[in-house]
Nanobody, 113 residues
Framework: AQLVESGGALVQPGGSLRLSCAAS????????MNWHRQALGKERELVAA????????KYADSVKGRFTISRDNAKSTVYLQMNSLTPEDTAVYYC???????WGQGTQVTVSS
């Protein structure tokens, strides 16, 4: 199984980004997918999760109402739409397949003016 994140960038406070995670090597549509993040000096935290069919999602309290996780099973890709970004969202963002214990390499998101 392979996961490749993309879409990280430097963005100003209040801005938006969409992260993508392209999956391969496993039956993507059968698995829950997660987005995590890890800020410098902090523990990795779960940001959002989406059930295999896409009809159930959950979010960390810190991102509720600002971030949206979605998936396209035909493209084996999971997305994280991030709006109203703040400097506290600065981190490396990772996607993962929790039941397979697989992680991507991460993509850097920096929110700064």
């Amino acid at each position: 199984a392979q996961l490749v994140e993309s879409g990280g960038a430097l963005v100003q406070p209040g801005g938006s980004l969409r992260l993508s995670c392209a999956a391969s090597g496993f039956s993507f549509s059968r698995y829950e997918m997660n987005w995590h993040r890890q800020a410098l000096g902090k523990e990795r935290e779960l940001v959002a999760a989406i059930f295999s069919t896409g009809d159930m999602t959950k979010y960390a309290d810190s991102v509720k109402g600002r971030f949206t996780i979605s998936r396209d099973n035909a493209k084996s890709t999971v997305y994280l739409q991030m709006n109203s970004l703040t400097p506290e969202d600065t981190a490396v963002y990772y996607c993962s397949v929790p039941t397979l214990g697989r992680w991507g390499q991460g993509t850097q998101v920096t929110v700064s003016s």
